[in-house]
């Protein structure tokens, strides 16, 4: 099954750096550096994904106490901190030609900074508790604090500041972007949709046998 | 239970000695290291008044279980009768109680050092403290909690809480900061159901998931 999983993933970033860099045209006003974008979009929304599989997770493993949901929270939400942290180096790359800088503390960059550093905090409770079970418990229950914020750190935030460019895809209304750009972006989506379902599988199965091998 | 650690409280007033040096400790470096410019210190002051809140929050919130942790009453909490959700709403108001009387007095002394004209705005700002510390003390008694049995507790509670306190402080420092500019609490209105949504969510989750911190 995971096998499946990586070799269709493989296949779609094949066809996604093809169609991102062969079939796109070169973007009018931002050039080259538009492309950043087939990869820079897709790896916030995998992330927002791999952060609601991890809530829900945390929920049933809260419920039903299984371990099996336990562990998928843990591997969803490893994999979303680091799509979120690639979304965040590529945007900084793609920041620094276009808007003159690596950084600024813009509403959405910033809202994407605390979710990342929110979900760090995360990882670092995983680690702090030699207790496997009460380990779980407290993740599952800094999950369902964590993801319930991301709303309200977003309306936070963008009260706050604001000055990116609105969201590329998501708007009311036809999109401004040509049709072809369009279809790469998502194919690219697709791509590393696979990519984060794979390491997310891969990740729940490493997760299983350290526990086999804790326990033997 | 809010009642024996207010008890508690009032018998040693440990806590609260050391959080009213430590605020008055706390004024004086933000003095020491911003200078004596008024009218720069003027404009950061909101900001500065909410470090000084959540800084000894987090001081305090953090020991709201090591009552129990010293004096071996763990297990009389994991055994004690009942819902343990009235465990939580009890450190809640105790923590929540405690809190307000240093803000209130580290308002007093913002006032006395800095200069503040509060004017007409007090009921109002009142609002506003008291609204984003019940979202600080929510989070925090389930934090404090979790990180109570924990390795590096005093480390792991600030990383916890401090990012997911972002959006109850971006509201609480504008909403002051807009009603120490003499503006309508209207205005600020937008803040208002900000904070009173984080709040909300923040209680819930409390309630809800408090039972499975305490398993164990």
Redesign the interface.
Known sequence: MSAWLGWLAAIGLAVGLVVGFGVAPREATQGTVQRIMYLHVPAVWVAYVAFTVGLGASIVF?ARRRPGADRLAHAACEVGTVFLGVNIATGAIWGKPTWGTWWTWDARLTSVA?VF??FL?YL??RG???DRE?GA??A???A???A??IP??H???Y??RTLHQPPSLLKAGSSTMPAVIVAALLVNFVALGLLGAYFVARRTRLLAAEEEEALA | MAWKDLLVERRSKETLNALLFFSLALLFVFQFTLGPDRERLASVLPGLLWLGFILSGVLGLGRAFLVEHENDCWEALLLAPGDKSAIYLGKLLGSLALMLVVEALVLALFVVFFNVDLGPSVPSLALVIALGTVGIAAVGTLFAAMTAQVRARELLFPVLLLPVLVPVLLGTVKATEALLLREALSSVGHWLTLLIAADLVYLAVGVLTFDVILEG
Do not use: D
């Open positions: 809260l605390v550093v929110m905090a670092l409770l702090a508790i030699e009460r418990r407290y599952a229950v800094l369902i604090v964590a319930l914020n309200l750190v309306f936070s935030v009260w706050w």
